[in-house]
């Protein structure tokens, strides 16, 4: 069973900066992909940061050059550093393990509660 953990969210002004991480159990985490995916109010889940096995990583335009996905398979995180935040970062993040079926899907079943992320203007 995987279980997913996001602690690290919170309260920012606008300009700065939070880190994210995201602890896995189970062996399932080190052999496949894993992605950031972040909800804001009345919108629809979207991945914005995704990152293989292997280290590869892709990012949604909407943050590119701003924030970067890094995993540490000995502990089973992986992490989304979030720098130059803007009010339209405001969502509830959530991490989960990604398969490959014609663009990155999420493993439905994987979901954790996710971590409030505000950015203030």
């Known amino acids: 069973q995987v279980q997913l953990v996001e602690p690290g969210g919170g309260l920012v002004q606008a300009g700065g900066s939070l880190r994210l991480s995201c602890a896995a159990s189970g062996s399932i985490f080190s052999r496949n992909a894993m992605g950031w995916f972040r909800q804001a109010p009345g919108k629809q889940r979207d991945l914005v940061a995704a990152?293989?096995?292997?280290?590869?990583?892709n990012y949604a335009d909407s943050v590119k050059g701003r924030f970067t996905i890094a995993r540490d398979n000995a502990k089973n995180t992986v992490y989304l550093q979030m720098n130059s935040l803007k009010p339209e970062d405001t969502a509830v993040y959530y991490c989960?393990?990604?398969?490959?079926?014609?663009?990155?899907?999420?493993?439905?079943?994987?979901w954790g509660q996710g971590t409030q992320v505000t950015v203030s203007s």
């Open positions: 990152i293989t096995s292997g280290g590869t990583t």
């Open positions: 989960n393990v990604l398969m490959w079926s014609a663009t990155w899907r999420p493993r439905t079943e994987y």
